[in-house]
C-alpha cells in the first residue's frame, strides 16, 4: 500500500480542524439566530434594549400591535397586545427557537387556538413558569383552558398563574401539570364547581383570590398534604367546619379575609396543627367559640378586625402562646376580660384601635402586665377622653403607644412612663408645659394635629435638660409675645437645648412690650426676629430725654417726634448707644436750634421741622462726612441761613445728595430756593470741585467705548453668559411659532451617546430646551422622509451628531442635507455640527465636506462645549432680571458660524440674541 505524504496528512488534519470549527460556528449561529431576530431583520423590527433584553414589534415597528421581550438572562419571555381595541393573537409572532427559556408571560392577547399552540410555536419545550393576564379567547369563550393542553412529558409546568380571564373550568382542567407548586387563579369566575385538586398533590401554594366561591366542598383539599400557604379572601364563603380543610397537614398560612363567614364551627381549623397565620379579617363573625383556636399551638398571627363582634372568650387566645401579633381593629367591644392577654407573652403587636366605644377606664387595670415583648400598642380612634396612664406602667422602653384620634384635651402624665414613643395626635390638647416632657423618659412625642397655642418653658432647668422630639406640626401656636420662649428656642437664641425637630418654626413678627428702664410716658417695645428695641416718645411733651442702657439689645430705635424738646443735640441724646449697635433717631418736630456732636453709631438720624439755621461746627460736617453707619439724614423744613457760613454744608450735600433730601432744604423766607442751589458768599458755585470729576466721566466713557469696539465679541459674550443686556442677541420673529428647539439627528448606533450625555444637557437646568428625536418623538407609522421633512421644518435648530456611522446612514445624510437646504433657502444658520469621536474624512460626502471647510463646528470633550453649544442654540428676547438691554441687533443675513455658548449655570434669568461676527469661537470667555 503506498504511503500517504507527510503534507497530504497535514493537510487533511488542517481539512477535519476547519470541519469542526465550521460545526462550532454553526450551532452558535444558531442560537445567536434565536436571540438576535435576524429572521425578520428586513422588517426593521427588533430592538436590543441592553446586553440581555431584546424586544420585537410584530409585525413591524411602523405597526406595532405585539410587543415581544426576551430576557436573556433571567430566561423569561414576555408577549403584551398592545391595542386593546383591536385584538391581536399570540400566533401572529414569528416563529422563534426559544427552547432555552423557562418563564413566559402573555398579557392582554388573544389565542386563535390554545397557549399550547404558541408554546409550540416558540419552542418552549422547558417552560416551568406560565402567566396569563387580561386574555380573552375571542373565538372559543368557552374553552377549557387546559382542556387541549396535552403536552404530556413535553412540559413540567412548576408554576401557573392566571388573572382577570373569563373562563369555564373542568374538574379535571389540572391533569396534565402534576408537578404543579404553585397555582393562583384571581378574578376568572373560578367557583366551588370545580374545585378539585387530586391532579396536583405537590402543589404548594394556592390562590384563589376575587372569585366566586360560595362554599368550600368537602374533601376538595383532601390531596394536598404539601400545601403550606391557601389564600382564599375576596370571594362569597359564609361557613366553616370540621371538613372545610381536612387534609392541609403543612398548612402554615390561611387568609380568608373580607367574605361572607358568620358561623365558624369550634373545631374548624382542629386539623390545622402547623397553623402559624390567620386572616378572618372583614366578615360577619359576631360570636367565637371560647376554644376554636385550642388545636393551633403553633399560632403567631391572627386578624378578626372588622367584624361585628361584640365580645371575646377571656381564655380565647391562651391557647396559642406563641401569638406574636394580634388586630382587634374596629371591632364593636364595650369591655375586655381581665385575662384575655395572660399567656400572650411573646405579644409584640397588638391593635385595638376603633375597637369599640368605651373609656379607657373600662379597661382593666392589669390588662397590659402580662406583655413584657410589646413593642407596638393601637389605642387610637376609641372616642377617649381621659386615660389612666397607670394602664402602661408595665410597658418596656422598646413599646410604641399610639393614642391618636380621640378626644382628648389634657395632656396626660407620663413621668412613670418608660415607653420609647407616644402618639398623641389629632385630639384636642391645648395646652403643653414642657417641664413635664423634660422629666419624662419618652424619647418621642407626637402632637400634631391638636389645638396646641401656648408652649410653657417654665421651671426648666438646666441640670434636667435633654433631648427629646416633640412633633408639634399643624397647631394654631399662637405668633404673638406669649410664645416668645419658643421663638427663641427655635431661633437658637435659647441656651436650654430641651427639644429636637420641633415643626413648624415660625416667626414672631410683632413687637413686644418692655417695662424695664423704660422712660416714662414712653412706650418700649422689642422685636424677636429683627431683634429691634422700639421706644416711642412721642406727642408726651417733653422738654429733655435720658435712658438706661439696654445692654442686651441688638437695635435702639427711640421716637421723639413731636415734643418740645429745646436744647441742642447733644450726647446726652444718645448716651444709650453702644458702640456695636446702630441707631435709628427721631427728633423731628421740637425746638431744636443747633446740632454739636453725632454718635460715630449712627444710622439714622431725622432732625427734620425744628428751629435750626446752621451747622457751625467744621469737625461736625466732616464727622457726618465720614460717618460709615449714617443712611439717612432729614433736615428738612428748618430756616437755614444761606451765606457764607453755609458753604461748607452747601459742599456736603452736593457729596451726599443720595443719603440727604436736599430738596427739602430751602433758605429761610424764600421757601423756592433750596440751599443747594443757592450762591452763597455772592459767589458762584465752585466749579473747580465740579470739573474734575466731569473731566473724569468724559474719559471713564471714551476708554469704555474703545475698549467696547476692540472686545465688543468677548464683551457680549461675558453679558450672556452673566444674563446681562440679553436683547442684544434676540431670537428671529420668525421662529415663533416652531414647537422644538433643536432636533437631534444622529445614527442609531449612536443613541447611547445622545441619551446618556446630550438629552440630559439639554433638557436640564435653568435654561431647557424641548429636543425632538426620532426614538421618542417621531408618530409611528409615518414614512422616514416625511417625518425627517417635519422635524426639520418645527425646530429652530438642528444638531448633527456627527461619527462614521453617522456617514454610514442613508437616513442621516438626508437629514443633514433636509436641514442645510432649509438653513440656505432662509438665509440663516440652522445647522450645529458635533463631531463625536474620529472622522474619517475619506467617507466625508461632498456637501458635508463643503459645510465643515466653510463654517465652524464642536468637538464632543473640547474646552466650553456646553457654553458653545447653547450659545449656538435659540435664544430668548425677554430681558433678564431688572437690566436694560439695547434694542435688538438684526442677525447677520451672511452670518455662517454658530456662536460661542455660555455655561446654562451662569444664567438666572431669560436671553437675549446678538450676533458676534464670523470669528466668534476663536475667543474663549
Not at 390554545?114 to 416558540?122: C, G, V
Not at 396543627?273 to 367565637?288: M, Q, W
Not at 473724569?696 to 467705548?705: D, E, K, N, Q, R
Not at 422622509?785 to 456611522?805: A, C, D, M, P, W
Request: hydrophobic share 35%; aromatic share 8%.
Amino acid at each position: 500500500m503506498e504511503e500517504v505524504p507527510v503534507i497530504e496528512l497535514a493537510r487533511m488534519h488542517l481539512i477535519l480542524r476547519l470541519i469542526v470549527i465550521m460545526s462550532f460556528l454553526v450551532e452558535l449561529m444558531k442560537t445567536c439566530y434565536s436571540l438576535t431576530c435576524s429572521e425578520i431583520n428586513s422588517h426593521n423590527s427588533c430592538t436590543r434594549i441592553d446586553s440581555s433584553t431584546i424586544l420585537l414589534y410584530c409585525p413591524n415597528q411602523y405597526d406595532k400591535k405585539i410587543a415581544l421581550s426576551v430576557f436573556e438572562k433571567t430566561g423569561e419571555i414576555t408577549i403584551r397586545c398592545l391595542n386593546q381595541s383591536d385584538l391581536r393573537y399570540v400566533e401572529d409572532v414569528p416563529d422563534l427557537n426559544l427552547s432555552r427559556y423557562i418563564k413566559m408571560s402573555i398579557e392582554d392577547c388573544g389565542f386563535k387556538d390554545s397557549p399550547k399552540r404558541a408554546i409550540e410555536k416558540l419552542h418552549m419545550g422547558e417552560l416551568r413558569h406560565l402567566i396569563l393576564t387580561g386574555t380573552e379567547y375571542v373565538e372559543t369563550p368557552q374553552m377549557e383552558i387546559f382542556d387541549e393542553f396535552q403536552l404530556g412529558s413535553q412540559l413540567n409546568l412548576e408554576t401557573l398563574y392566571i388573572s382577570s380571564i373569563t373562563l369555564i373550568f373542568k374538574r379535571n382542567f389540572l391533569r396534565n401539570t402534576p408537578n404543579l407548586r404553585n397555582l393562583s387563579l384571581n378574578s376568572v369566575n373560578f367557583n366551588e364547581t370545580t374545585m378539585h385538586f387530586d391532579d396536583v398533590p405537590n402543589l404548594e401554594k394556592l390562590v384563589l383570590m376575587d372569585n366566586s366561591i360560595n362554599l368550600i366542598p368537602e374533601g376538595c383539599f383532601r390531596n394536598l398534604s404539601s400545601l403550606s400557604r391557601l389564600y382564599i379572601q375576596n370571594n362569597k364563603i359564609t361557613s366553616l367546619n370540621r371538613t372545610t380543610f381536612k387534609g392541609l397537614k403543612s398548612l402554615k398560612t390561611l387568609n380568608l379575609d373580607n367574605n361572607r363567614i358568620e358561623k365558624v364551627a369550634s373545631d374548624s381549623f382542629s386539623e390545622l396543627k402547623v397553623l402559624t397565620a390567620i386572616g378572618l379579617a372583614s366578615n360577619n363573625i359576631a360570636f367565637l367559640e371560647k376554644d376554636i383556636f385550642n388545636q393551633n399551638p403553633a399560632l403567631e398571627f391572627i386578624g378578626l378586625n372588622d367584624n361585628p363582634l361584640k365580645s371575646l372568650p377571656e381564655t380565647l387566645f391562651w391557647a396559642s402562646p406563641q401569638l406574636k401579633g394580634l388586630n382587634l381593629q374596629h371591632l364593636k367591644l364595650t369591655s375586655f376580660p381581665e385575662g384575655l392577654f395572660k399567656h400572650s407573652k411573646l405579644l409584640s403587636e397588638l391593635n385595638m384601635s376603633g375597637v369599640g366605644n368605651f373609656s379607657s377606664r373600662g379597661l382593666p387595670e392589669g390588662i397590659f402586665s402580662h406583655l413584657p415583648k410589646l413593642k407596638v400598642i393601637n389605642l387610637g380612634s376609641n372616642v377617649l377622653r381621659a386615660v389612666n396612664m397607670s394602664l402602661f406602667q408595665d410597658l418596656t422602653n422598646e413599646t410604641d403607644l399610639d393614642l391618636s384620634n380621640n378626644a382628648i384635651t389634657e395632656f396626660p402624665d407620663i413621668l412613670r412612663l418608660e415607653i420609647r414613643k407616644l402618639t398623641l395626635s389629632s385630639n384636642s390638647i391645648k395646652a403643653l408645659k414642657l417641664k413635664s416632657i423634660v422629666d419624662s423618659r419618652i424619647l418621642e412625642i407626637d402632637l400634631s394635629y391638636n389645638k396646641i397655642k401656648k408652649i410653657d418653658f417654665s421651671e426648666i432647668s438646666e441640670d434636667s435638660l435633654r433631648k427629646v422630639h416633640v412633633n408639634l406640626k399643624s397647631n394654631p401656636i399662637a405668633n404673638d409675645c406669649s410664645n416668645i420662649d419658643l421663638y427663641r428656642y427655635v431661633n437658637k437664641t435659647m441656651n436650654s437645648a430641651i427639644l429636637s425637630n420641633i415643626d413648624p418654626k415660625f416667626k414672631v413678627a410683632i413687637d413686644c412690650p418692655v417695662w424695664e428702664n423704660c422712660p416714662k410716658t414712653c412706650n418700649c417695645s422689642y422685636n424677636e426676629r429683627k431683634g429691634e428695641l422700639s421706644v416711642d416718645c412721642s406727642s408726651r411733651n417733653l422738654t429733655s430725654f435720658s435712658m438706661k442702657d439696654h445692654t442686651f439689645l441688638k437695635l435702639i430705635d427711640p421716637k421723639l417726634l413731636s415734643n418740645s424738646l429745646e436744647q441742642s443735640y447733644k450726647a446726652n441724646f444718645c448716651n444709650f448707644v453702644k458702640k456695636e449697635f446702630g441707631v435709628k433717631l427721631n427728633l423731628s418736630g421740637n425746638r431744636l436750634t443747633d446740632i454739636d456732636s453725632i454718635s460715630p453709631n449712627i444710622k439714622s438720624l431725622d432732625l427734620s421741622n425744628n428751629q435750626i439755621r446752621r451747622l457751625r461746627s467744621s469737625s461736625l460736617i466732616q464727622s457726618l462726612d465720614n460717618s460709615k453707619t449714617l443712611h439717612q439724614l432729614y433736615l428738612g423744613r428748618n430756616p437755614w441761613e444761606c451765606n457764607c457760613i453755609s458753604a461748607e454744608l452747601q459742599e456736603f450735600l452736593l457729596e451726599n445728595h443720595k443719603t440727604v433730601n436736599t430738596s427739602e432744604i430751602v433758605c429761610k423766607g424764600n421757601n423756592d430756593i433750596q440751599l443747594i442751589s443757592r450762591a452763597v458768599c455772592e459767589l458762584p458755585l465752585n466749579l473747580n470741585l465740579m470739573l474734575p470729576p466731569f473731566l473724569g466721566a468724559i474719559l471713564c466713557l471714551t476708554s469704555i467705548f474703545a475698549l467696547y469696539y476692540r472686545y465688543q465679541e468677548n464683551i457680549r459674550i461675558y453679558l450672556f453668559s452673566k444674563n446681562m443686556c440679553l436683547s442684544w442677541i434676540t431670537e428671529e420673529e420668525l421662529d415663533r411659532d416652531k414647537e422644538y428647539d433643536v432636533f437631534i439627528s444622529y445614527c442609531q448606533k449612536d443613541e447611547e451617546f445622545v441619551k446618556d450625555h446630550l438629552l440630559p444637557g439639554l433638557e436640564s437646568g435653568e435654561k431647557s430646551y424641548k429636543v425632538c428625536i426620532h426614538e421618542r418623538d417621531w408618530a409611528p407609522g409615518e414614512f422616514i422622509s416625511r417625518q425627517i421633512f417635519k422635524s426639520v421644518s418645527q425646530s429652530r435648530r438642528t444638531l448633527v451628531v456627527l461619527t462614521n456611522s453617522f456617514l454610514d446612514s442613508h437616513w442621516g445624510k438626508m437629514e443633514f442635507l433636509t436641514a442645510h437646504t432649509e438653513a440656505l433657502r432662509e438665509g440663516r444658520t440652522r445647522v450645529i455640527v458635533v463631531i463625536y469621536g474620529e472622522l474619517d474624512m475619506d467617507n466625508v460626502g461632498s456637501e458635508l465636506k463643503s459645510y465643515l471647510s466653510s463654517n465652524t463646528y464642536i468637538s464632543w470633550g473640547e474646552k466650553h462645549f456646553w457654553r458653545k453649544l447653547r450659545y449656538a442654540l435659540p435664544h430668548s428676547s425677554k430681558k433678564a432680571g431688572k437690566l436694560q438691554c439695547l434694542e435688538d441687533v438684526p442677525v447677520n443675513e451672511h452670518l455662517r458660524r454658530p456662536s460661542l455658548i455660555l455655561d446654562p449655570s451662569l444664567f438666572k434669568g431669560e436671553f437675549c440674541t446678538v450676533d458676534i461676527g464670523e470669528n466668534g469661537l476663536n475667543h474663549e470667555v
